[in-house]
């Protein structure tokens, strides 16, 4: 992509969070975020086929830094309970950036809530997710486990995990949210390794 | 209430329902509610003081099965443990009764992200579950654990039955989340009370 393609690209994106952000994803229109960006219908859908596809951009830039933290979890394998504690590191950074992009999220998921279609491209990235946990967990090999005892333990720590973020969201300053998700990692490998 | 008017009421809560989830909630309006239940204006104004204000009683309502639930698991209190286990049996009921509400919540919680006062009445009963939590970990007192670990450990449950109780109504079919509940709390509570 030339250099000036992208720049409109960027502009796109950027007119259309602020947009989203202020007027809703709803009331948002294509003609509004090109009036916004200063560009035209025919650069718009150059770039993208669609408001939603602007969306899914969006939302996959947001997701790049979790992406990336959990890159290094993957990476540093040596010992895969440490590393599932060590994630709860990302947490506050993870709950700062999604501050602002809370309620466009939510919006865009009440409208995928209706849309069967739709609503499996909202909830890809958290399918990435729970693989890449069940892929954790089944490093580290628990003795004692059957099958769905092992699954069961991978679902939890996905559990655990958007839960400790929702909850950091609703309320970030009420707690120290790296603690607290280390000592409740802590607690669930310490239940899942340690089984009688 | 005479009979009339708690009928009246009734149908005011139906007919939002029914709009809340087939036009969103932004896209009912009062007058929307009324023509549809069939009442006056001055009726529904009797009953309530906005539009927000019944989507609270709807949601108020949609809360009570959880609520019996977890009053169940309160006053069998023979075993801390044991009923908070027992916990995840109701997990299904609530999953289902989640689906068709689902969009209305997000849309709602949407709206809430974008206004601090309305978003404090919309956490309420999370923190109202959270403090239920508290209260139950705090019964089982495990022996070795200091107050920050004590803490952890309630919000630990908390995010645990968040997470999936969302699991569980974006994939409704896809696990027995009975059994994963429970299988979950249990390495988590395991967790909790054998630490080293």
Redesign the interface.
């Given at each position: 992509m030339q250099i000036r393609s992208i720049e409109t690209k960027q502009k796109i994106l950027h007119a259309a969070q602020e947009l989203f952000s202020k007027a809703?994803y709803?009331s948002a229109s294509v003609s509004d975020i090109c009036e916004s960006a200063g560009i035209s219908k025919g650069a718009f859908y150059h770039h993208f086929p669609s408001k939603q596809s602007v969306f899914m951009e969006l939302l996959s830039e947001w997701l790049k830094g979790l992406d990336a933290g959990l890159e290094t979890v993957r990476s540093s394998r040596s010992d895969a309970s440490q590393s599932l504690v060590q994630m709860a590191d990302i947490l506050p950074e993870i709950i700062r950036a999604s501050e602002g992009r809370?309620?466009?999220f939510?919006?865009f998921?009440?409208?995928a809530?209706?849309d069967r279609e739709l609503w499996k491209t909202a909830?890809a990235p958290?399918q990435r997710y729970?693989n890449y946990f069940q892929e954790i967990v089944s490093q580290m090999e628990p003795a004692e486990m059957n099958e769905?005892?092992r699954?069961?333990?991978a679902?939890?720590v996905?559990?655990?995990?958007?839960?400790?973020l929702?909850?950091g969201v609703?309320?970030p300053d009420a707690?120290d949210w790296a603690?607290?998700g280390k000592?409740?990692l802590?607690?669930?490998?310490?239940?899942?390794t340690?089984?009688?």
């Open positions: 809703g709803e809370l309620p466009i939510l919006e998921c009440s409208h809530a209706r909830v958290y729970r769905s005892q699954k069961a333990a679902l939890a996905v559990s655990l995990a958007t839960g400790l929702l909850q609703l309320e707690e603690a607290v000592e409740s802590r607690m669930l490998i310490q239940g899942m340690r089984r009688s």
